[in-house]
């Protein structure tokens, strides 16, 4: 489980995130809603390490972020962040020469899936091949949870539907996902769990299926309740 | 598996290249030279280095020659440079910097020492622009060579408004109290100069207070137009105890050396300084007496220089140009003139004189012969010529041939090496 | 090969391209404008030869000047000996600040990635160490194997009544830049580039305080640099230190900047430093 406690940060003088406490469980699509400046990005990126706290703290299973974490957690930043010059197949050798959790055998798989061509730069890459290259950057890896930055943001349609696809099969069956979005309408339908962020906090955090069940909301209906109250 | 090759490669070229660069570097050596003796006794070498440049156009590096081998500045290891003072050899302030680096740290002067002390002083500067009224008085600074704990002590010097400058000149021990030697001077606007005068203090080393003063009359009345310079004739060490202050005394006159017109009525004049009168004084610091010795006055040509020094008892006079050295040795006892030689190039076997250096106990004379450079050294008690020697190429350049590489060896100086 | 050496691979790979540049860029305007200036000074030869009659180049040196040095040669072909020195070291002091800033440019920003490599972050700092004096040690090899190159070409062009040929080694002792770049004893060369090792480390450390404090960054980068320089010059303002004291003072200053910045680094990749 992923634990997030009290977290604060502070850019300057602007408070990003102010107290924010929530959970995202293994086996279990989180999805964190807010709109741009909501402070989803730089949560992801702090529980990655990539950026610091002020104040707060992060768990996974129960221990503090560490070395050890990038053989545990993965991550889908929102660009592709590798160097313009390098190859696709480069990039695959790249992780597969660092990670002992890299699995060479999913990640050619993928790349087929995908229909992506090794030998193509990284700078030439569409928008939406850039995406899927990413994405298959952290499913080859064999780690308990995958975060997600926008994962579907500005991609054509058709890479969408493929990037769908996989959140469905088995590659993330077991995993803990955390994943951003402020456009939820597209995934309403295949995440667990929603935590509703506004202006750094933590307005609402529920299990959809419940919520659907108990209150007959949509979690869009959720959204509209929560931030226009 | 190619990066990994070629950044072996690379760090392996970087290695090799470097590495051989350096080993091969410090096997190429300048040719290395001895001091050699030529007549006379060998052991007067033993401590002799005489140092100054070798050319190999286009290059050339400094270069000290010694009877134990040649030294290059080139050659010394990295910490070599830092530890030998390869440009200014100051024999007795190197030995003390070495006995004593602490005391010597302060400052690297010193003025008198004997068994059981080492003694420097400072004058206050002249010029304290900071100050309303300046300071004029002695910083001393005493360590005790068997405890090795020092000492300061400032003494205050009666103002004296004759003068715009000053300074210690010569430092001894009398008993219980020190007396300074204090040069004073009057440089007025335009370079002209008032009266210098010596005076002595005696200064008492508990409390700093000055017991007593005199100055030292050389005799000489500068008239008008006339100036009257006093300089010391110092020993090779300043600092052992002296029973003598040695002054050197010159009576200047401007005179109008030429006078030309030219075609259009211009003047021209050219004035020049003429030496009216010159004497030795000196001082006994045992009886206060002044002892003075009226010295020949001989006119200078360009290629004349002279020099006096003071060379164990004696004072040497010596007019020097490349061919040829006049010596005149002045006894400071008796204060006579005890001996004068006139030795030409040819009479040391020599092309031309190079230089004269005075050592604690011998007259150095360097010399080049037609295609080496040669020293000679003279017994002060005397006169006599008691040392010859030169440069030669040492025996582990065998088989070169000698004399193009010496004849690129130009020796200017020498000191004594401790 | 563990980690460190991987990264440190990566980062010599990701700059060979401009590396080979610089290197080419030395060997032709060295060698090249070398190579011109002798040509053109015996063909000038040449005909001042076929003008006046001469036969041998003896009878040109005893009208003209001869015996130019090796040394004067390379004067004469100056800015194209020292030029591509001064732009190399210039290249090379760019990338001391580029190496680290490269990674955050533009909208692949490689830091992400770096970062989250499950290695010590230290070994980011050791891998871009490494190179940058890789590629220092390189170009100082480079020029020493060049050397001896333009000598030969001098003797093979200028005849030996006119051209005074001698050693790389003298050469290099009495050439103002040279004898920087190229020391005159090994003891030297280690001090020389152990100065700048440490001085990369502090620079580095610098950028990370910036990289991860931005604007206020600046500010202690600026301050952080400026203190080590004055720690490292200060000693030289005593005059009571000997020379040999002085050394070992500046040694030992340098060491404690060199581990005070590797430290400070590391406590920035590892708890400050922002992408």
Redesign the interface.
Same mark, same amino acid.
Request: charged residues 20%; without cysteine; positive net charge.
């Given at each position: 489980m992923i634990e997030a406690i009290n977290l604060t940060k502070k850019y300057?003088r602007r408070t990003v995130l102010r107290g924010l406490s929530f959970t995202a469980e293994k086996g279990r699509i989180t999805c964190l809603i807010g709109i741009n400046g909501a402070g989803k990005s730089t949560l992801l990126?702090a529980i990655?390490?990539?950026?610091?706290v002020s104040g707060g703290d992060i768990r996974i299973d129960g221990s503090p972020i560490g070395?050890?974490?990038?053989?545990h957690v993965a991550?889908v930043?929102d660009?592709?962040?590798?160097?313009?010059s390098m190859t696709v197949a480069g990039s695959l050798r790249?992780m597969g020469?660092?990670?002992?959790s890299w699995n060479p055998k999913r990640a050619a798989e993928l790349l087929d899936f995908f229909r992506l061509n090794p030998s193509d730069r990284?700078?030439s890459l569409s928008k939406g091949n850039a995406a899927k290259l990413n994405l298959l950057l952290g499913l080859s890896l064999d780690t308990d949870y995958l975060l997600m930055d926008e994962p579907f943001s500005g991609i054509d349609l058709f890479s969408r539907e493929q990037i769908a696809s996989v959140f469905t099969s088995d590659l993330i069956e077991e995993r803990g996902v955390l994943l951003t979005t402020h456009e939820v309408g597209e995934i309403e339908h295949l995440i667990d769990k929603a935590v509703l962020l506004d202006r750094g906090e933590v307005r609402r955090e529920f299990w959809c299926e419940e919520v659907r069940q108990n209150e007959g909301k949509s979690v869009i209906d959720v959204m509209r309740e929560v931030y226009q109250s | 598996m190619k990066?990994?090759a070629i950044?072996a490669v690379?760090?392996a070229?970087?290695v090799l %290249?470097?590495g051989i660069?350096?080993v091969?570097?410090?096997g190429?050596r300048n040719p290395q030279f001895r001091l050699v003796a030529t007549e006379g006794d060998a052991k007067e070498a033993d401590s002799l280095v005489l140092w100054g440049w070798y050319t190999?156009?286009?290059?050339s590096e400094r270069v000290k020659v010694s009877a134990s081998g040649s030294r290059y500045y080139?050659e010394l290891?990295?910490?070599g440079r830092?530890?030998e003072e390869f440009i200014h050899n100051v024999p007795p302030i190197d030995r003390l %910097?070495r006995q004593y680096?602490d005391f010597m740290?302060?400052d690297r002067t010193a003025d008198y020492q004997d068994d059981e002390l080492l003694v420097r002083v400072k004058s206050d500067p002249w010029f304290q622009a900071d100050k309303a009224d300046a300071t004029r008085g002695l910083a001393f600074d005493f360590l005790d060579k068997r405890t090795k704990r020092t000492r300061s002590l400032r003494a205050d010097l009666p103002e004296n408004a004759a003068f715009n400058g000053y300074g210690v000149i010569d430092v001894q021990r009398s008993g219980d109290s020190f007396k300074v030697a204090m040069y004073y001077e009057n440089l007025r606007a335009g370079g002209t100069r008032g009266t210098p005068e010596i005076r002595i203090y005696d200064v008492n080393p508990e409390n700093g207070g000055i017991t007593g003063s005199v100055t030292v009359d050389s005799g000489l009345q500068p008239a008008d137009g006339q100036e009257l310079i006093l300089r010391e004739v110092q020993s090779y060490d300043w600092t052992l105890p002296s029973g003598y202050l040695v002054l050197d005394a010159s009576l200047m006159e401007v005179r109008k050396i030429d006078e030309t017109e030219s075609a259009n009525g211009v003047r021209a004049s050219a004035a020049g300084q003429v030496e009216v009168e010159r004497r030795l004084v000196v001082y006994r610091y045992d009886t206060g007496t002044v002892d003075v010795v009226t010295l020949p006055v001989e006119p200078l040509n360009e290629q004349t220089r002279e020099s006096l020094y003071r060379v164990g008892a004696e004072v040497l006079r010596i007019r020097l140009s490349s061919e040829s050295a006049v010596i005149q040795g002045y006894g400071l006892g008796d204060m006579k003139l005890h001996y004068e030689k006139t030795l030409s190039a040819r009479d040391l076997q020599a092309e031309s004189i190079t230089q004269s250096v005075a050592g604690p106990n011998r007259l150095y004379l360097l010399l080049q012969e037609q295609d080496r450079p040669a020293v000679a050294a003279m017994d002060p008690e005397g006169g006599n010529i008691v040392f010859r020697g030169e440069a030669a190429l040492d025996d582990a350049e065998e088989g070169k041939s000698a004399s193009p590489l010496l004849n690129n060896l130009r020796l200017y100086s020498l000191y004594m090496r401790e | 090969?563990n980690?460190y050496g991987?990264l =440190? $691979? +990566?980062e010599?790979?990701?700059f060979w391209k401009v590396y080979a540049a610089l290197l080419a860029m030395t060997l032709v305007s060295q060698a090249g404008g070398f190579f011109y200036h002798l040509r053109t000074y015996m063909n000038g030869v040449h005909r001042q030869m076929a003008e006046r009659g001469f036969r041998t180049y003896q009878e040109y040196r005893e009208v003209f000047r001869g015996g130019e #040095?090796f040394?004067?040669f390379v004067s004469f072909a100056e800015p194209w000996f020292s030029g591509p020195v001064v732009l190399c070291a210039a290249a090379m002091i760019f990338y001391v600040f580029f190496i680290w800033y490269r990674d955050w440019l533009?909208?692949?920003?490689?830091?992400?990635?770096l $970062?989250? $490599? /499950?290695?010590?972050?230290l070994n980011l700092f050791w891998a871009k160490l490494t190179a940058i004096m &890789?590629f220092v040690?390189?170009l100082? =090899?480079f020029q !020493?194997?060049l050397l001896p190159v333009h000598l030969w070409m001098f003797r093979q062009i200028i005849p030996p009544e006119l051209g !005074?040929s001698?050693?790389i080694? &003298?050469f290099v *002792?009495?050439h103002r830049l040279f004898q920087i770049l !190229?020391p005159? #004893?090994? /003891?030297?060369?280690l001090?020389s580039y152990g100065t700048g090792l440490m001085s990369v480390t502090v620079v580095f450390a610098s950028v990370l305080i910036e990289r991860s404090f931005r $604007?206020k960054g600046l500010f202690g980068a600026i301050l952080y640099a400026a203190a080590c320089g004055t720690a490292m010059l200060a000693p030289s303002f005593s005059d *009571?230190?000997? /020379?040999?004291e002085l050394?070992w003072l500046r040694f030992g200053i340098g060491i404690l900047l060199l581990a005070v910045s590797v430290a400070l680094s590391w406590l920035l990749l590892k708890?400050? +430093? #922002?992408?």
């Open positions: 300057g990126k990655m390490g990539l950026t610091p070395k050890g974490l990038y053989e991550f930043p660009t592709l962040t590798l160097p313009p790249f020469d660092f990670y002992r990284i700078s | 990066k990994y950044a690379f760090a070229f970087i %290249v470097i660069y350096y091969q570097a410090a190429e190999d156009a286009p290059y080139g290891s990295y910490f830092m530890k %910097v680096p740290r302060e | 090969m980690r991987k =440190a $691979l +990566i010599l790979h990701r #040095t040394h004067s533009g909208k692949n920003t490689f830091i992400y990635r $970062l989250m $490599l /499950p290695t010590e972050r &890789a040690l390189g100082v =090899a !020493i194997v !005074i001698e050693s080694f &003298a *002792r009495n !190229i005159g #004893t090994f /003891p030297g060369f001090v $604007l *009571r230190l000997y /020379p040999l050394f708890r400050k +430093i #922002t992408v």
